[in-house]
């Protein structure tokens, strides 16, 4: 039960902050203006090359064959365009 306490607190976190979300996303688009999702993309960019990054450098076993199947889960993923 002890190793759920870290998701139980941010949970309760979330909830905590959920009335203040929106006027958070209000400042975040004032700020940047009209250049909001390059910057809304350029941070998800990067957050998920950090964790993928990080996936590799964790790698303990058959790790040319798990980077491999990463790869290819990366760049298989439909993103819905038309």
């Given at each position: ?47 998920v ?33 038309s």
């Open positions: 039960m002890r190793r759920y306490r870290p998701a139980f607190a941010v949970s309760l976190l979330f909830i905590a902050w959920s009335p203040f979300i929106g006027q958070l996303r209000d400042v975040v688009k004032r700020v940047p203006g009209d250049s909001f999702a390059l910057v809304i993309g350029l941070l998800l960019g990067t957050t090359l950090a964790a993928g990054r990080w996936g590799v450098q964790h790698l303990r076993e058959r790790r040319p064959q798990r980077i491999g199947l990463m790869s290819a889960a990366n760049t298989s993923c439909d993103t819905g365009g």
